[in-house]
């Protein structure tokens, strides 16, 4: 328990503190403080003859804000010995005290004893020993020593704390710099809990010290019993490492390393780990078993005070690896490497990256995945000019090459002006115009790597393509475009409410030409119509896709705001367009000339509710199409959350092919829930729990068989019990999941985890299931 220096660390301060009174003793004014020192005592006295000095009755040194209280100090001269007795007090600068019957220094303050130390440190925590001595001025010894951070029962302060350390002998040598501690006992509730007859640790004046930490000890059906041994290694001022050996007995023997270091300008983080075991859900002798790894590295270093560079790696053996191992899974589901380069000169940005993916998801494999090499972007804006209107540039330069698959170079510019201006009635008007211009250069034109582009370009079943389009081809276009947005906010003041209506509407031309089917769409993939694309000039993320032809967009914002500082706002709005544009994904809610209406509701009256929710109405039937709701409701003692997502099911014309494997899948209806909660039953206790419920039972089509999404309407679920008080803290949780992935399985999980304050945690994965497995 690497933790226990830390418990008696304060132990090493009595040495100090004993240092301090020695010196008010000698020295009327401490060198280098610059603090006078005060001095009062009933009495003072002196034996010429013996060289003693003897201050008697209520005795106070003080120095700044350090005082030394006793009934009696004596100073001898001739054997330079201080001793203090009845009553003894230490009070140091930084508020904590310590209490002795008897303190004596002597030798230039080298050599130090005290008996019946009492200590009360800045922290509240006490620490009592029966007697502390101090020798050749480095080495400290500590005998019959308890320590404990938990307050004393307030109606029987006899009574042991919540827990406390014992230790028979605590020895701090400040020259090896490590704290020994002998028969050493912890015990909760009075009742001995864990006992080591020898321990060293690091002296708590140490920052950073090698040695070994806590244990991990769990069950699980996917790994069986696993024991976990971490050891912790300084490799000097500025990094370290941590190796991590686990060993289970299902899954292998697991060796993880993390390795940090810090530079002038910068940082390195990386961990790797390695596994030889059978890749299925058993071990068994008949399945070949192989080596199987991760690595997650990242760094950034300072290049000057504009410009810094940095990268992060991430690749993995298979895609069931760092779920089964229990290491942290990408949130979208993807390994993504990266390198870059950014900065923020004064008239703009820059950013250069490159990019390599490494998808987690069955049946999508690596061949095809982009290799981005590089994507540069520069942005440039200008003061504003003589008119007040706002000049800005836009350069981008894309390299997407594949082991199989479309080969894409890009090189794109917009330059872009803008101006605001008002009018006499409070009305106000943004007119903008931009001008971008696109070249592509495409080599190795393949649907296995791009499954959107029209099948009609490549052989099917054998038969030659209907529409010839070469493989490689040099494309260029231009696309021009003006807008105008005009909103005109009228306000009420009123009690208990100020009113808001704002009317919007803007409207934006362009030609329709400027898209191609041949083109392949790399960044603009996945498009639904939202709220936050209203009186956007490009509602098209990415460069690829262009939002063409002439639109005029329209909304109502309202809003209500009361004194407390509450609000409640309403954002409704819809986009007509002269003529469809065919390049905009089916289904988006933005592919036909009249698109669906979009909006969003906040609703935030006070601390205790915060709601927003959005959503997608059809244009015709008013029916939902999609829906995404996040609410919190309650005081800090009873705090609810929600969100609801709804996707409608995918049309026909949707479907779409996976890169690399041939598959075809066209989505069916997604219903989501996600409940949560959080109480604190009492001045301890409080529960958490949160659950995630699948609320559709639509299916897929997969290659043309109807496939379910889920066989558990319940996808993962939690439950946890925590326990806090001033000392120490309890977390035991269980959970459920139901995923399922290869030589992941759906099953249980309990997990606890222990603090004690000052020391350190313990605790784990105590336990994990699948049934029937």
């Not at 399945?287 to 560079?309: C, L, P």
């Not at 940095?310 to 899974?329: A, E, K, N």
């Not at 499954?451 to 494309?475: C, E, K, T, W």
């Amino acid at each position: 328990m690497t933790g226990q220096a830390l418990c008696l660390a304060a132990a090493m301060l009595l040495g100090l503190w004993l240092t301090r009174a020695t010196a008010f003793a000698q020295h009327p004014t401490q060198p280098g403080t610059g603090a006078p020192m005060t001095f009062q005592a009933d009495e003072v006295e002196y034996e010429e003859e013996h060289s003693l000095t003897i201050a008697k009755g209520h005795v106070e040194i003080a120095q700044g804000a350090q005082i030394l209280l006793a009934d009696v100090v004596t100073y001898n001269q001739r054997t330079d010995t201080v001793t203090a007795s009845g009553h003894v007090s230490l009070m140091s600068d930084d508020g904590q005290v310590v209490f002795a019957d008897y303190m004596e220094l002597r030798d230039s303050m080298n050599n130090a004893f005290a008996h019946d130390v009492r200590m009360l440190l800045n922290d509240r925590s006490r620490l009592v020993a029966n007697a502390a001595r101090r020798t050749n001025g480095n080495h400290l010894d500590l005998r019959k020593v308890v320590y404990s951070p938990c307050d004393l029962c307030a109606s029987d302060p006899s009574k042991p704390p919540v827990w406390q350390l014992r230790a028979n002998q605590v020895t701090d040598d400040k020259d090896l710099q490590k704290l020994e501690f002998r028969d050493a006992v912890m015990e909760i509730e009075g009742w001995p809990v864990f006992y080591t007859p020898y321990i060293v640790t690091p002296d708590p004046s140490v920052k950073r010290a090698s040695g070994f930490l806590t244990p991990s000890i769990g069950n699980s059906s996917t790994l069986g019993f696993h024991i976990g041994i971490p050891y912790y290694q300084t490799l000097g001022p500025s990094a370290d490492m941590t190796i991590y050996p686990r060993f289970t007995t299902s899954a292998g023997q697991d060796l993880a390393a993390e390795y940090r270091q810090r530079f002038s300008n910068g940082e390195f983080n990386g961990i790797a780990s390695i596994d030889y075991s059978n890749v299925g859900f058993r071990a068994d002798p008949t399945v070949k078993h192989d080596w199987r790894w991760h690595v997650n590295e990242s760094g950034v270093w300072d290049i000057d005070d504009t410009y810094r560079t940095g990268f992060s790696l991430q690749r993995v053996s298979d895609q069931t690896y760092l779920l089964r191992f229990g290491f942290p899974f990408p949130v979208l589901g993807t390994e993504i490497s990266r390198a870059y380069l950014e900065g923020f000169p004064d008239n703009g940005s820059l950013d250069v990256n490159a990019y390599t993916f490494q998808p987690l998801t069955p049946s999508l494999g690596d061949s095809t995945q982009p290799i981005v090499l590089p994507v540069v972007n520069r942005d440039w804006q200008f003061k504003p000019d003589s008119v007040g209107g706002t000049l800005r540039f836009n350069a981008n330069l894309l390299d997407i090459v594949r082991e199989v698959g479309t080969q894409t170079r890009r090189l794109s510019g917009t330059a872009g002006w803008d101006r605001t201006f008002r009018d006499g009635l409070g009305g106000e008007y943004k007119f903008q115009i931009n001008v971008r211009a696109d070249a592509y250069s495409i080599s190795g034109l393949s649907n296995l790597s791009n499954p959107d582009l029209p099948s009609a370009y490549f052989r099917q079943n054998g038969m030659p393509p209907i529409q010839h389009v070469p493989s490689d081809f040099f494309a260029s276009r231009a696309f021009p475009q003006m807008g105008l947005t005009w909103d005109y906010p009228v306000v009420r003041h009123g009690d208990p409410f100020d009113l808001m209506v704002q009317p919007m509407v803007a409207t934006f031309v362009g030609p329709s030409s400027g898209n191609s089917h041949r083109i392949p769409d790399e960044d603009s993939l996945g498009y639904q119509f939202r709220d936050t694309d209203l009186f956007r000039a490009d509602r098209l993320q990415g460069y690829d896709l262009l939002d063409t032809g002439q639109r005029v967009d329209y909304g109502l914002h309202l809003g209500a705001y009361d004194k407390t500082g509450g609000s409640y706002r309403l954002l409704v709005g819809q986009s007509y367009r002269a003529e469809p544009n065919p390049f905009v994904p089916p289904g988006s809610g933005m592919d036909q000339r009249l698109s669906d209406i979009v909006g969003r509701v906040v609703l935030a009256p006070s601390s205790y509710l915060d709601m927003i929710y959005r959503f997608r109405l059809d244009k015709e039937s008013l029916g939902n199409r999609s829906q995404e709701l996040a609410l919190s409701a309650g005081p800090a003692n009873l705090k609810f959350g929600a969100s609801y997502l709804l996707i409608p099911a995918e049309q026909p014309s949707q479907l779409i092919t996976v890169p690399g494997s041939g598959n075809t899948i066209l989505y069916g209806k997604r219903e989501q829930l996600n409940l949560s909660v959080g109480a604190k039953v009492t001045r301890y206790w409080s529960l958490a729990a949160s659950e995630t419920i699948n609320l559709t039972n639509a299916s897929n089509i997969v290659n043309g068989v109807v496939t379910p999404q889920a066989n558990n309407a319940n996808l993962q679920s939690s439950l946890s019990a925590i326990y806090q008080d001033e000392c120490m803290a309890f977390i035991a949780t269980a959970s459920q999941s139901a995923i399922r992935n290869g030589d992941v399985t759906p099953g249980y999980t309990v997990m606890f985890t222990l603090v004690f304050k000052n020391i350190g945690q313990i605790g784990g994965n105590v336990l994990s299931v699948s049934p029937g497995q």
